[in-house]
């Protein structure tokens, strides 16, 4: 992405010159109105739209079609140009904004097909599900119609100084469904660490060493449901079974490995277009009336995403005037900015939230490709193309040509790594890939039959209709009930467990069906009061398919647990909000005594070794014990591995990692220790810790200071807010308009507080709780919700950066939900009326 954003201003000069004129009243020509009546051709009806001081919206109306109408008018309002640049990325259409520095991702993207799938998708929908988002459409068209780019948003100002003002074109609703194609990529499971373990099954590290570093689940980390349930007579039963030790599903896909073992190269992963990488995933939780102190249940959620600016989020609230049958809909919470409805959150009975399931819904296949044909089970079938040309700002278009097989297209035209991977069984080999969401799927239907949930079974029967991407459904209800559900079209393997590319050409790796609804986990009102998702694994081994092996290892699921466990008294509100805070790192409980038993000659070295005594394993921001530990885990990781993997395959120091390394520890003679660089030498652990811990001191010495008093966490761990165009243009004051920051912060990778960082690349934040809620299923109104940057897309404005600083310290923003409370935090009311009477 980087590449194409540095396009973005042309002339640098001419540029910076234009900008540093801009007027006052050129930065607030986009700001909105947020108050007045405001005469429109879209709506039947009075909507009211009520923002409080932080700018998030409640809208009122009579009838669906009018609320939904003006949800689209005020995310317009307040986001189009991030609207418009989505859709511009999921469209592979990226290079018409920003010229042909986007072509890459273009490519790609136009290869998967996102966009033809979402049209199909619109096309399957039922007539219902199409009006309302025809509705949210014209409310986008009823804001931008006879505006122009400059009029909209700050971005197109910039952008228009190296060619004419952009106008954008109407939104569809095919726009808004295509960015659930772009959520699905980034939460797709384990398809970069099919493509890292077979490549380096194929360089030196023998087949055990690379299970090494992808170990099994541990054991004393507990799983979502437990270990009790599975299938009986086609559907889930979360007691135990007469039979708990149900066989797993075979795991024969390995066998494409032989095919695989001559790669020579590749890098780790496909490329990450919306921010995806190690950090992914999210916390939820929620305990019932026994454990709470309002004697009803309180859930909570943070999702973690990609730092961005604006956030991902965009938070709002749609209310019937009167909620019947024919206008159902009084639900408030997280949007995102393109799409109508919302995502995570609560209306007036049920409650929701959200984690990544890391369902492995993705695999890759190996084709045997010879000109226009492939082998299919002794045939040759014809290699389906099409063509695809690209318009490009400022430049020629270009066309390319995009191949598929029976599995799907084919990657490696594109992506060198994909190829290294598929000349590595020799020959003629291409990948496909073969993934969920590229079969047109209900999921938007999801998000409207959320919102209209009002019991367990409702909320089930939403959840059915949630396929792509696949997510962990934690509920609550204002009756007292609680519950888990996992949906998601997860594919049943004739073989295999989709850890491995597998032969495409044999016809014995194939997809036969997906797992009924009915057999997959859930549980309500489970007799420990609570239930814990952060990413870990769903069930036990004895659940009868494999829903996806590389899940988190339930470091953060396991502390969250032991705190809800082993709380005094009951959880209330703010006791949630707290947990949400804890960064109790789960290395260093292992990790530490081990750092302090070693004898450092030095007394300049011992000074750095001291930090820790006494710490509690807590990364606070302000915590010298916290930074010293983190730099010491990146040299500790850099000594242990550089000299064994890849540099594409190092360590990033993720939850993994903390596996990985935890089981080691146990064994200071393990060959991962010893560095093969140093013949006739052979380092053991405390050799390794006793070297991290010298660099680790030298290095703080040279970024902070001398006196390991003076040193902290936050001034290493900092967080920017990065416009995803402008922000990386490549000029400082292109970027000082649309970029915020930084934010020193506490927390780290595989904590609770998931601020992830990446161990090869520095101590920067590359992941975030996104956004924080927590529900009070006995009064809503009680309830606290806060996202990343601001609701506003408009530099300058004051949402737009108004919740960061509070984000940032923890804190949380009352969550008004009734009319009275709607009323009594509102700054601005909006109405909108239409154009006849």
Known sequence: MRRFLQIVVGVVTAAAVALAVVSFITVRRSFPDTSGTVRLDGVDGTVRIVRDAKGIPQVYADDPDDLFFAQGY?????????????????????????????????????????????????????????????????????????????????EYTVLSLTGPDYRPEPWTPADSVAWIKAMAWDLRSNMSDEIERTLLASSDLTREQVEQLYPEYPRQNATIVGDAGTVEDGAFEAEPADDASAESAPDLGRSAVASLTRASRAARRLPALLGTGDGIGSNSWVVDGSRSSTGKPILANDPHLAPSMPGIWYQVGLHCNQVTAACPYDVAGFSFAGMPGVV???????????????????DLYLEKVAGDTYEYRGRRLPVVTR??????????????????????????????????????????HEVALRWTA??????????????????????????????????????????????????????????????????????????????PFDELPSVLDPSDGFIVTANNKVIGDQYPYVLGADTAPGYRSQRIRDLLTGHEGKLSVADMTRLQLDESNPLAPQLVPLLQAISLDDAFDRQGQDVLRGWDFQQDADSAA???????????????????????????GGERWFQVVSTILKDPGSPWWDDVRTPGVVERRDDVLAQAMREARNELTAKQARDPDDWSWGRL?????????????????????????PYEVGGGSGLVNATGWDAREGYEVTAVPSMRMVVDLDDLDRSRWIQLTGNSGHAYHANYL?????????????????ERAVERSAENTLTLEPTRG
């Open 344 to 362: 995570v959150g609560h209306n007036r009975s049920i409650a929701w939230g959200v984690t990544t399931m890391y369902a492995d819904v993705a």
């Open 387 to 428: 063509q695809e040309t690209f318009k490009v700002a400022g430049g020629k278009s270009k066309t390319i040509t995009v191949r598929s097989t029976r599995h799907g297209p084919i990657l490696s035209d594109l992506d060198d790594d994909i190829e290294d991977v598929g000349r590595a069984g020799g020959g003629d």
């Open 74 to 154: 005020v995310q317009a309002q307040d986001r189009f140009y991030e609207m418009d640049f989505r859709r511009h990325v999921t469209s592979g259409r990226l290079a018409e904004l920003v010229g042909d520095g986007a072509l890459e991702t273009d490519e790609f993207v136009r290869t998967l097909g996102w966009r033809r799938v979402a049209e199909q998708e619109y096309r399957e929908l039922d007539d219902g599900t199409k009006t309302l988002l025809r509705s949210y459409a014209r409310g986008v068209n009823a804001y931008i119609e006879g505006k122009s780019g400059s009029q909209l948003s700050l």
């Open 438 to 515: 590229l079969t047109p799927r209900p999921t938007i239907k999801a998000v409207f039959a959320l919102g209209r949930a009002q019991d367990w079974d409702e909320f089930r029967e939403a959840a059915k209709l949630f396929t792509v991407p696949s997510q962990n459904l934690v509920y609550a209800d204002r009756k007292g009930h609680i519950g888990y559900q996992s949906p998601g079209a997860i594919p049943i393997r004739s073989r295999g467990d989709g850890r491995w590319p597998v032969p495409g050409w044999d016809g014995r790796h194939e997809w036969t069906g997906y797992v």
């Open 802 to 818: 108004d919740q960061a600083p509070l984000w940032a310290e923890g804190k949380t923003l009352p969550w008004a939900f009734g």
């Open 717 to 741: 761990h900092r967080l920017e807010l990065v416009n995803p165009t402008l922000g990386e243009s490549g000029i400082g004051l292109v970027e000082s308009i649309f970029n915020r920051g």
């Open 626 to 652: 916290a930074a010293y530990f983190n730099v010491v885990w990146r040299h500790l990781l850099k000594g242990t591995f550089a000299d064994q993997l890849p540099e594409g395959h190092r360590p990033n």
